[in-house]
């Protein structure tokens, strides 16, 4: 009597007691599993059941269970597919060893599998090579010596070689040689050329591939969707890329770590930073671990999004995860926090780099040097420079040139200003305009007109054309020269803006009506463009307040605040009333006080009750390349005035003051007014 039998996970073996004519087949009683997340970077999950036709019947028959240490037990283990398995893996690993010639392969096949040859056999073969050229050889192999009854599933071990090699054409020279034969593809078929292409780093060809699917009448799985979402975004088309990711989340597919960076990286590119956020926590609620390039492409969305306190958290993150940060790591902590000009926390970044032995390139260094220039770090933008001329990956362009010379220049140091301009022509760069601006800058701090206007006139020389930001340079200096040199650098500005220089000659000439000024400087400030509006007011402020033209400053302010340039200047609450002149320069803060008094001195003769407090806001940054900014500015201001405000210590940059005194203070100078009338 023949037995079938079959092997399974639990300590039983079960046997039917009956006759068969057909061989002994193995089979497992373990429930098959299946399997809903596979990356298409890992191996296919086409496994080899369901070849023999056999296989189906068996399962149906009565089982007699056999004690699995029975020495028979052991005996038909042998003979067990399990063991044929086994030698066809060393078949593998031989093919593997062997140079991929034609000869030496059909040797090993033929010396090792004999006559008797299933398709399955094939399968567990190819599915363990790593050569595509051997790959090819032993499936023509087994199409010209088996039956072949799923011969899909040869092609797609075969398949996954290739993508093993990353060896895209000879992937679609298989899959036309399937076409030839009649050989109809399936959805491993696609996912496995679709996740070489993505090996490949080209997601167009993915998305071409998936495209093809609906021809062949071949519907996607979860798994090719959801890698579909990176393809597609990597190719620009966020839309379908959003749609994708919307369904995924509703019909739950298991998305890996790169496609849910691919999300966060469109978001961040569009704008969404909250999306990002959102979609990097949605990540980590479904157990997906981020991964580095992760943790990085988060950091470049918060630091587009000026959010250094995330991008300190995803720091603390990475971290606390095992990561070990990397230079794309540190490159975007720099990027970040530079943008938002956390100086401090960008130079220890640096630091950093520098100690680990990591260079920096020229974007990174002339980021750093730009900040250095927002900030006013004048002695860590030297160091900066010194360690870039000494780097042989890179080397100081015009961009750090322009940098150094800025900030040389703002903080008026001529001498280094101009070597550093020597340097850079001596370098082959020639200087531009945001060069010759920035010395213009720089002689206006120290008083030297006629450099000022030889600049100007070398900008004119060399044929560059004076931009706004020079005009706006000019303006600044112009509120820090003497009257009577004014009429140099009035003929600067007209030369960049008539309308703009002819106002204010007539403003210093004072020779001009209240109405008509205002009138002509609505039409000046309504014609620069928005990102220079802000600084041109606040100068012609500064040049009314230094000209003694109080009333003409107060008719700029209000021009301001009817075209936006100014909000908010003025807030009120049931305890506190604030006058509020962060983003002023002192001209106009001053100015913006004049009116305020103006306004709080109307009150009390309108019977207004005042509040309990009464606040100044300055703001508590000081000037970056001053010791004394806005606050000193008005404090000084305040004392001239007796005004009872003082610094408060628990609110840095407010002036404050009590309803009683106010009251007592507006009263007295509204009578010292009276007496002098």
Request: aromatic share 10%.
């Given at each position: 009597m023949a037995y079938t039998y079959g092997f399974c996970s639990s300590p039983s073996i079960f046997f039917t007691q009956r006759t068969f004519t057909h061989p002994i087949i193995l089979q497992s009683r373990t429930p098959q599993l299946r399997i809903t997340q596979i990356s298409l970077q890992e191996s296919v999950s086409e496994v080899t059941h369901n070849l023999n036709p056999q296989f189906g019947a068996e399962k149906k028959k009565n089982y007699i269970w056999v004690n699995p240490k029975s020495p028979k037990a052991s005996h038909y283990k042998q003979k067990s597919y399990d063991s044929r398995y086994t030698s066809l893996i060393q078949v593998a690993e031989a093919l593997n060893s062997c140079s991929p010639v034609d000869e030496d392969i059909i040797n090993i096949l033929d010396s090792n599998l004999g006559f008797k040859l299933v398709e399955q056999d094939g399968v567990v073969i190819l599915n363990n090579l790593l050569n595509a050229q051997t790959a090819r050889v032993v499936l023509k192999y087994f199409q010209d010596r088996c039956e072949l009854n799923r011969e899909v599933v040869l092609y797609n071990v075969t398949l996954k070689v290739f993508r093993k090699n990353k060896d895209l054409n000879g992937a679609?020279?298989?899959?036309?040689?399937?076409?030839?034969?009649?050989?109809?593809?399936?959805?491993?078929?696609?996912?496995?050329?679709?996740?070489?292409?993505?090996?490949?780093?080209?997601?167009?060809?993915?998305?071409?591939?998936?495209?093809?699917?609906?021809?062949?009448?071949?519907?996607?799985?979860?798994?090719?969707?959801?890698?579909?979402?990176?393809?597609?975004?990597?190719?620009?088309?966020?839309?379908?890329?959003?749609?994708?990711?919307?369904?995924?989340?509703?019909?739950?597919?298991?998305?890996?770590?790169?496609?849910?960076?691919?999300?966060?990286?469109?978001?961040?590119?569009?704008?969404?930073?909250?999306?990002?956020?959102?979609?990097?926590?949605?990540?980590?609620?479904?157990?997906?671990?981020?991964?580095?390039?992760?943790?990085?492409?988060?950091?470049?969305?918060?630091?587009?999004?000026?959010?250094?306190?995330?991008?300190?958290?995803?720091?603390?993150?990475?971290?606390?995860?095992?990561?070990?940060?990397?230079?794309?790591?540190?490159?975007?902590?720099?990027?970040?926090?530079?943008?938002?000009?956390?100086?401090?926390?960008?130079?220890?970044?640096?630091?950093?780099?520098?100690?680990?032995?990591?260079?920096?390139?020229?974007?990174?260094?002339?980021?750093?040097?730009?900040?250095?220039?927002?900030?006013?770090?004048?002695?860590?933008?030297?160091?900066?420079?010194?360690?870039?001329?000494?780097?042989?990956?890179?080397?100081?362009?015009?961009?750090?040139?322009?940098?150094?010379?800025?900030?040389?220049?703002?903080?008026?140091?001529?001498?280094?200003?101009?070597?550093?301009?020597?340097?850079?022509?001596?370098?082959?760069?020639?200087?531009?305009?945001?060069?010759?601006?920035?010395?213009?800058?720089?002689?206006?701090?120290?008083?030297?007109?006629?450099?000022?206007?030889?600049?100007?006139?070398?900008?004119?020389?060399?044929g560059i054309t004076p931009d706004e930001r020079t005009c706006g340079c000019l303006l600044n200096v112009m509120t820090q020269t003497p009257r009577e040199e004014l009429g140099k650098l009035t003929r600067c500005v007209q030369i960049q803006n008539p309308k703009l220089g002819n106002l204010i000659k007539l403003l210093v000439e004072s020779n001009i009506e209240d109405e008509t000024f205002k009138s002509e400087a609505s039409e000046v400030i309504g014609d620069v463009g928005e990102d220079v509006k802000k600084a041109y007011c606040n100068c012609l402020i500064d040049l009314c307040i230094n000209l003694d033209q109080l009333e003409k400053a107060c008719d700029l302010l209000g021009l301001g605040i009817n075209l936006d340039i100014y909000s908010d200047i003025q807030s009120k609450s049931p305890t506190t009333w604030s006058l509020h002149l962060k983003s002023l320069s002192l001209g106009a803060a001053l100015t913006a006080l004049h009116i305020w008094i103006n306004d709080l001195t109307k009150a009390i003769e309108e019977g207004e009750e005042l509040p309990p407090l009464l606040g100044i806001n300055t703001g508590h940054g000081k000037h970056k390349y001053s010791d004394k900014g806005l606050a000193g500015g008005l404090e000084a201001h305040l004392k001239e005035l007796n005004a009872p405000f003082h610094e408060a210590p628990e609110k840095a940059g407010w002036f404050l003051t009590t309803k009683v005194a106010a009251k007592s203070w507006l009263e007295a100078r509204r009578d010292d007014a009276a007496v002098t009338a």
């Open positions: 679609e020279k298989v899959f036309d040689e399937m076409l030839q034969r009649g050989v109809v593809p399936d959805n491993v078929t696609f996912s496995t050329i679709i996740g070489c292409s993505r090996m490949r780093s080209l997601p167009g060809k993915a998305v071409e591939w998936f495209e093809k699917m609906p021809a062949f009448e071949v519907q996607p799985d979860d798994v090719t969707y959801a890698v579909m979402i990176d393809c597609y975004g990597r190719v620009g088309n966020v839309e379908m890329a959003l749609r994708l990711y919307d369904r995924s989340r509703t019909e739950k597919w298991r998305l890996d770590a790169v496609t849910f960076t691919t999300v966060i990286k469109i978001y961040g590119m569009s704008g969404n930073f909250d999306g990002c956020l959102t979609v990097f926590e949605e990540m980590k609620a479904l157990g997906v671990k981020p991964n580095l390039v992760c943790y990085n492409t988060l950091l470049d969305s918060m630091g587009r999004a000026k959010r250094p306190w995330e991008v300190k958290s995803i720091y603390q993150q990475i971290l606390t995860s095992g990561l070990t940060p990397g230079w794309a790591t540190y490159a975007a902590l720099i990027r970040a926090y530079a943008k938002a000009r956390y100086g401090d926390d960008a130079m220890n970044v640096y630091k950093e780099m520098r100690a680990k032995g990591m260079n920096l390139n020229n974007v990174l260094y002339n980021t750093l040097l730009s900040m250095c220039a927002d900030v006013g770090f004048v002695d860590e933008a030297v160091e900066i420079f010194e360690d870039m001329k000494t780097c042989t990956d890179c080397k100081p362009d015009s961009w750090t040139y322009s940098s150094m010379i800025t900030i040389f220049s703002c903080c008026g140091k001529i001498t280094e200003a101009e070597a550093m301009l020597k340097e850079m022509m001596e370098s082959g760069f020639g200087p531009n305009i945001y060069v010759l601006t920035s010395l213009i800058q720089c002689y206006g701090k120290s008083n030297q007109t006629d450099d000022v206007v030889t600049t100007f006139d070398r900008i004119i020389d060399l």
